[in-house]
């Protein structure tokens, strides 16, 4: 190894850069003194880093604008070296506020490849510079890389012609939402109907990367390259490339157009009343990119004419993963009750569960059925709910899967299941639902649109008296979370493992899929539970109070989506809540008024943990202020959320 010990010390991997300039700054051991230069690249900004050397240690850093750039920052760091060419350091992410996702498309490939044995080896060619591709035969997909000449090497998959595709972009797996978009990644065509003809050529057009034939109304006629729709100042246009440049034409003035090359004709009465209609669709420009009041960092989803819902709702159906807190949360608790005061039905579909494929095929549709997908709804019931515009659907989500493919510290497995989410759920349901039920404000500015309706959670469970507050001899301090945030509570370790150690009156428990630290596992005052199902779990949290309950977050895009269900955990814990200074406790909590609010520094976690544990009075005062705070997030405010959204009455 030319290299070792290398680290990067800023920006930590999956941190949010808050100005324009990114400081990439690390240090590395290079023990044969060959490093001549290191070049810090970001998206398509790279510039030569300044070095400082210290014998064998070279520290480098390196300061770059990336005020241009899109919100996902990959950053690459290389070192020349004397003999020529570079060696790679390290490959990190970092975000900036206003990270949306990318545009999926296909891209033209053209490819020599050969099969030997059980393998396929060729060259991948493109004019859109793919590093990554796939190839398909049937359900089975591999990802390949290709090198800068795109040759690559991969499992054979096929054993006729090998199918490729650019990354992600076969449409039956990751529907697009149209790929008709502004710098800003906004959607510009709400209300656009796929199937309208014109529009579904220019939509294979642009994401083909193709050409394709215009007719304009003067009769003239062009071959041109598909860009995008944008606003022409009151009217719509239609953008295409140029000459390496892109001119604009309003979009009034074009007769039709169609796939490159094909014979085109002008419209009868009927085509242009049938386009006149397709047209009233749109929005005007000027109400799509501003009375949506999209935030900084949004993601667009169409805006349209809002969809009302059913006048009369003789049932609601509710399609979940499984028997989740996030269901009695959002869904069971505060609308089942008014539900059965009404009496219209409640079906509850778990796609886990025996008979799911049963519930698929027979339960029934129409344009009197709400249905409500939590999380997820599975491959067959976003195909059913596609094909069938009847019933009302309104889509819950509770974290942001966008940010969590690329959330450091994140378990792979999760990331890999938040980028098939993506594809199969979230794409289609986000232009399916009729209505986005978001359940932190941050998700409902991020998602924001005339359909995103906010629904923070509710209060629901008792919370016990605070009476184990008279017996402080064993303080029980608890971080009661799933193994997704392992980094949140890795940072804490030594501050933890120092308040085992300072008060062996506290006992820490941990309960949850990580593992246990090692430093931690050996001291006697430290307990790790494993998880539970939620029914068990809600029985075991009622029967062991606590004294003080944890909620350490980093700040990442993907904790900042969280909505604030660890406070109501504090307090139905009867703990008093210990969180950190971000999103989204820091507006939630005031300090040392209903909770604490900590800087992500492990000495100042474990100098305010120590510190209420040695002060009974100013814990039991925290505690309490915590529940009153939760109670005051009341299970009506939810209901009367829902009844509205639902046109109950």
């Known amino acids: 190894m030319l290299f070792v ?20 700054e690390g240090v590395f051991r290079d023990a044969g003194a060959v490093a001549e230069a290191v070049r810090v690249s970001v998206a398509q900004a790279s510039l030569d880093a300044a070095l400082e050397r210290d014998g064998a240690l070279v520290r480098y850093r390196a300061e770059i604008n990336v005020s241009h750039l899109a919100c996902r920052l ?52 493109s004019d859109e510079g793919l590093t990554r591709i796939e190839l398909r035969s049937g359900d089975r997909v591999v990802e390949v890389e290709l090198d800068e000449g795109g040759v690559f090497e991969a499992e054979a998959v096929a054993v006729g012609p090998v199918e490729l595709w650019a990354h992600h972009a076969d449409p039956a797996r990751a529907p697009t939402l149209l790929g008709v978009l502004d710098e800003d990644g906004r959607d510009l065509t709400p209300g656009a109907d796929p199937s309208f003809a014109p529009l ?14 215009l007719l304009r109304r003067d009769g003239s ?39 490159s090359g094909s014979p085109l004709e002008p419209l009868d009465a009927a085509g242009r009343e049938t386009l006149k209609t397709h047209l009233q669709g749109f929005p005007e420009p000027a109400q799509t990119l501003a009375s949506d009041d999209l935030a900084p960092f949004g993601v667009a989803l169409p805006a349209f004419r809002l969809r009302p819902p ?44 025996e008979g799911a494929a049963e519930a698929l095929r027979e339960t029934r549709l129409d344009e009197r059925t709400v249905v409500v997908v939590s999380r997820r709804a599975g491959a067959g019931w976003v195909a059913r709910l596609a094909a069938d515009p009847r019933p009302f659907v309104v889509y819950l989500m509770d974290d942001d899967p966008l940010a969590a493919i ?42 924001a649109s005339r359909k995103t309706v906010l629904l923070e959670p509710p209060f629901i469970r008792p919370a016990p008296s605070l009476a184990h507050f008279d017996d402080l001899s064993e303080i029980r301090v608890v971080y009661h979370a799933t193994d997704v945030h392992r980094d949140d509570f890795d940072f804490l370790v030594p501050a933890l493992e120092r308040l085992l150690k300072d008060r062996p009156q506290v006992r820490l428990e941990l309960v949850s899929g990580l593992p ?63 969180y950190s200074r971000v999103e989204p406790y820091a507006e939630a909590i005031r300090h040392d008024v209903d909770g604490l609010l900590l800087e992500n520094d492990p000495p100042a976690w474990r100098k305010a943990l120590v510190a209420l544990a040695d002060q009974p009075k100013r814990l039991r005062r925290l505690a309490a202020a915590g529940g009153a705070a939760a109670r005051a997030r009341s299970l009506d405010d939810a209901t009367a959320v829902w009844t509205r959204l639902l046109a109950l009455g």
């Open 5 to 24: 010990d290398h680290e990067l010390i800023t920006p930590r991997p999956g941190a949010m850069i808050d100005g324009p300039i990114l400081v990439v």
């Open 74 to 125: 990959r950053i690459v760091i290389r070192a020349s070296v004397r003999e020529g060419g570079e060696v790679a350091l390290r490959e990190a992410a970092a975000w900036r506020p206003g990270w949306r996702p990318p545009v999926r498309r296909a891209a033209p490939v053209s490819v020599e490849a050969a099969r030997t044995g059980a393998t396929v080896s060729g060259v991948a060619r």
């Open 200 to 213: 579904e050529t220019f939509t294979a057009a642009l994401e083909a990367g193709r050409r394709l034939s």
């Open 221 to 259: 006629r062009e071959e041109a390259a598909a860009y995008r729709l944008t606003p022409a100042g009151a009217d719509w246009g239609l953008t295409i490339r140029d000459n390496g440049g892109f001119r604009t034409e309003p979009l009034a003035g074009v007769e039709t157009f169609g796939a």
């Open 310 to 353: 059913p006048a009369v709702i003789d049932r609601v159906v509710l399609v979940r993963p499984g028997p989740f807190a996030t269901d009695e949360l959002y869904v069971l608790a505060p609308l089942a009750p008014e539900l059965a005061a009404r009496g219209i039905p409640l079906e509850i579909v778990s796609l886990e569960a």
């Open 406 to 447: 690329d959330a450091e510290g994140v378990p792979h497995r999760y990331r890999r299941r938040m980028i098939e989410l993506t594809a199969t759920d979230f794409a289609p349901l986000l232009r399916r639902c009729d209505r986005l039920m978001a359940s932190s404000k941050r998700l409902a500015e991020t998602f």
């Open 516 to 578: 246990a630290p090692g430093r931690l596992a050996k001291l006697s005052n430290f307990e790790r539970i494993k998880p539970m199902e939620w029914a068990q779990y809600k029985a075991y949290a009622a029967a062991r109070p606590a004294h003080v309950s944890l909620a350490p977050m980093l700040a990442t895009p993907f904790n900042a989506a969280k909505s604030v269900v660890k406070m109501l955990d504090a307090a139905s814990l009867g703990a008093a809540g210990v």
